[in-house]
């Protein structure tokens, strides 16, 4: 089995731009596929995504200051709305029309900023993937981070999608037992947007961290759930229930739950976003769980940076090169087949958008 | 309106290659328009500007030392003299008519390094900027600096040719009321060398710096004056007088006096040395003054650089990607406009000197 | 004369990889003409040299583990032998015949890893320089260093073949009197694999470090011999015996000795790692001699590496461009044609085993 380890953007889709809070400082620059683009709230609260560059001279609207018409210049106060309509220009009355910037879709929703990179005619909002955890603190206290990493963004999806690393990049910290991990029983499938697999280790000692969240007194039967939504969500439900309690049946019963939400966005070729939150499903009254849980998985995740990083960097010295699959790439193999389907539908609707 | 972001250079004029005071602590490696180039004094004392590179080995000569024959390298000990004529090869007599070095002819006047980076045949000195004011103590006590920037040097023109970007830029510092720069009476003019305009801000309250330089009382006269003297020199003198004292018709009477010079020398496409200096033409026996003066003038023209560095930024993502033009842009046009023929006429002087 | 300064990389040929010691805290990445190697010991201590880039999803093997079958990658856990063969793959039996990294032949002699970059099948260990000094603690105790050095390697040969630079280049080290340097009687030749020059400074008044560490009370016989033995090391013995002992017909006599290894091995086309070794034969039982000696010549070699990298910044600016050649060139220059013979040789080879 051989590609690319580098693929191409797919425009028409909904992407983590960012969390809500970024915003709480104001202006934020952010670039998506190249693109320089600042995220920012309008005077009455409403985010807007605009090309980073004023049409005058070129300067970077990240310079420039929210007024009430909208998004002031700070070189020389040329003023846009969230449309990218220029509504002020300083000493003249009469706004040409090739006075505007471009102006990108974003909705807010689930204390996320997606944004939409294709033709706007396409940002169908129902397309965006619901995440209602992130506003349930009373029963998924969370915790959100971003790490910028230098790789192709399809290689967090690798990752993710092949959990037989944990043995090898985690093992000095949530790792454990490489052959446990690669011996899970797996079930795995393409979906209509991506990939799924469920891992299950069934009459299983449970790790500390496990024993502890879900007052574990036995053996437990725990699962790994992730499913890849192309092209750049991964949902992640981690968890264990006591044996005897019907887990394979029904998992929604008290018990060790995570919940994960991964976002790649790809900032460039070879660069990437990393979205992360992470929710607590154990003990939800203790903010001090969620903190320890946060603080557990930070430092696994720089683990993967720091692979991730290394491979990008082995990938850029030949970029055609092929790769050699194993058996363990099963789930990934399923992902990168329904991201080649993306990227065929992509081209099509970028033709037509041509036209 | 739509222009080229990145202009070429222009090579058959005098460019400020450093200011006197720079040489003081021996060679000084400086790069102008792509060329590593080496400034010094010989032993007694006359400026010279050789190519950076040993023709020997091809190691610096700012790695060498000034001995009485001239510019000995650091490497295996070759000398050149100012006209770049190797006078000195360690081991052998002869030395052979292609041991030399590219030398740059170098003019020292009014404590500026001019340097002529095209046909040595057309350096006429005659076309040199006066600018006596550097040697002028009593007068016109100064303060000189140089910023690098990475920015193309037709950036800075733009800059000082719309002074509306004073109110968003230099909002902080020394901006005041954007509104009033946009509205003030412009007098702006084509050149023989350049561009030209002067602003009227009539029946004014001074700013608190010129109250306190001018000793006024009531309202002032104010202006701005700016000339470009193309490629590479705008000079400035703003000030005021009380009202009634008929500025308009003379203003070489006491009152508030600044005059500035700045030099944007290209260092490549995307970069170059700004060399500015500010005369105190007001409180010219308190040196604190001018202390004060370039106190306040060193954080506006760093607000400046990072302007332009982040317009630069932009810019080069897309170098020939259209500009829209403002009202505002009037002298900024003119300036452009003077610019193309500049490049029109050295491209013409570089083809007759391949010839 | 004029040649390339950028010389194209020689690949049947023995490069110095490593010093043994290096090895010492475990896997060490090294990259050798664009090649990203990793260099280890598998568990029964013998030397490897693997391409440092697994074939699985590309990962560096630096980031692995040594084990009792190889060196296991440390993303998903594909263990490789010192051939390059993978012998296991976690949740898999079979290993299909495209699971293999590139080897490298790596020999281990004189505390040297030396490494083969061409055809394996002309690896022939015979064709290693002896360096038996390592191994002589009592007669040549020694000390190791590596430089990175961003130059072309050749400009190290360069550097060791023309020792009138040491006036100039380490005029406040150890240089002394440039022109006593210019003038010492050089024996020069050309040899099978490189070139060889003796200087004799006869009837000299040793230098401070030469008197102390020979004890010489009066005049000596002083010599620097040098032989480049292409295409990447040079072998130095350096000394002073008193005037009258015969040093010309037999230096193999208590007195001042000096001997050095150098090993230029190409990391890029404008990079190399500097390797060298300095052996002390003068003050064998004085461990502080030792000491001191590698405290003097280190940052002499600083100075190098300096007067390297400055040089090709410059190179780097028109690599085609021509150099200019004096007298004091003629054993760099025999080095060159030595050079050019073999980059010859080397084409011939790899045309061979391309067919």
Redesign the interface.
């Known amino acids: 089995m051989t590609r690319e ?1 580098i693929q191409p953007f797919i425009r028409n889709a909904w992407y983590i731009a960012a969390w809500s809070e970024e915003l709480d400082d104001g202006l934020l620059a952010r670039t998506i596929m ?1 693109e ?1 683009i600042v995220l920012y709230r309008d005077a009455d609260g409403t985010p807007g995504g605009l090309e ?2 004023c ?6 609207l990240t ?1 420039g200051t929210i007024v009430e018409a909208g998004l ?7 003023t846009f709305d969230t449309k990218g309509n220029c509504v002020r ?4 009355k009469n706004i ?1 029309p ?2 505007r910037v471009r102006s990108y879709p974003v909705v807010e929703r689930d204390q996320i900023l997606w944004i939409w990179m294709g033709d706007p005619a396409r940002a169908d909002e129902t397309l965006i993937i619901d995440y209602p955890y992130h506003d349930q603190p009373g029963e998924w206290p969370h915790r959100k981070a971003m790490f910028p990493i230098k790789a192709n963004y399809m290689l967090m999806i ?1 990752n993710l999608m ?1 959990l ?2 944990l ?3 985690h093992r000095q910290t949530i790792g454990g037992n ?2 446990q991990h ?2 899970a029983d797996m079930d795995t499938r393409q979906t209509d947007h991506g990939a799924y697999f469920i891992r299950w280790m069934l009459d299983h000692d449970p790790p500390p961290t496990y024993r502890k969240g879900g007052k574990f007194e036995g053996k437990v039967d725990r699962w790994q759930e992730f499913e890849y939504v192309g092209p750049s969500i991964v949902l992640q439900w981690s968890g264990a229930l006591d044996v005897g309690r019907g887990a394979q049946e029904d998992r929604n019963k008290t018990g060790f739950h995570l919940r994960l939400l991964h976002g790649a966005t790809p900032e460039t070729e070879t660069s990437f976003h990393y979205f992360w939150s992470t929710a607590n499903g154990y003990r939800q009254d203790d903010p001090q769980a969620t903190q320890e849980m946060y603080d557990e998985i930070y430092p696994t995740f720089i683990e993967d940076k ?2 991730m990083e ?2 990008q ?3 850029n ?1 030949d970029p055609e ?1 092929a ?6 790439d099963s789930a990934l193999s399923l992902a990168r087949l329904s991201l080649a389907k993306l990227i065929e539908e992509d081209r099509n609707m970028m033709a037509v958008a041509a036209e």
């Open positions: 380890a190249n320089p980073d560059r049409c005058h001279r070129g300067a970077p310079h002031e210049c700070g070189y020389h106060g040329l220009i300083p000493g003249q040409p090739q006075a690798d092949d037989t690393h043995g090898y990049v490489p052959g690669v011996a720091e692979i290394a491979q960097a082995r990938v010295l090169r790769l050699v699959g194993i058996h363990a």
